[in-house]
């Protein structure tokens, strides 16, 4: 079973960066997508951004697109997540996720099998 653990998160100023990591057990790393949700106190989780196996498909929910990235780092059993002009309204819990390489990227948490605990990201105005 693949077991993920998130970390970068932080308190950060409106306007700032962060970068998330989320490092996966085993050899098969390269074989898995990679998601990125994020959820909020009483707000449901929500999706933000996806990486196929290779890194040559990306996906991103329209609130992040042009100040998130994803990559991801096969070698070293890493994804990232680089968070740029942080606003308040991303103030959330992250969480990674991943899923055995499909056809198309997922948006639908209900497609992951395995899930990090984790990691709080604030931004302060």
């Known amino acids: 079973q693949v077991q993920l653990v998130e970390s970068g998160g932080g308190l950060v100023q409106a306007g700032g960066s962060l970068r998330l990591s989320c490092v996966a057990s085993?050899?098969?790393?390269?074989?898995?997508?990679i998601g990125w949700f994020r959820q909020a106190p009483g707000k449901e989780r929500e999706f933000v951004a996806a990486?196929?196996?290779?890194?040559?498909?990306?996906d991103y929910t329209d609130p992040v697109k042009g100040r998130f990235t994803v990559s991801r780092d096969n070698a070293k059993n890493t994804g990232y997540l680089q968070m740029n002009s942080l606003q308040p309204e991303d103030t959330a819990r992250y969480y990674c996720?991943?899923?055995?390489?499909?056809?198309?990227?997922?948006?639908?948490?209900?497609?992951?099998?395995?899930w990090g605990q984790g990691t709080q990201v604030t931004v302060s105005s």
């Open positions: 085993g050899r098969t790393f390269s074989s898995y997508d």
């Open positions: 996720a991943a899923v055995w390489s499909t056809r198309t990227l997922r948006r639908n948490s209900a497609d992951y099998d395995y």
């Open positions: 990486i196929s196996r290779t890194g040559l498909y990306t």
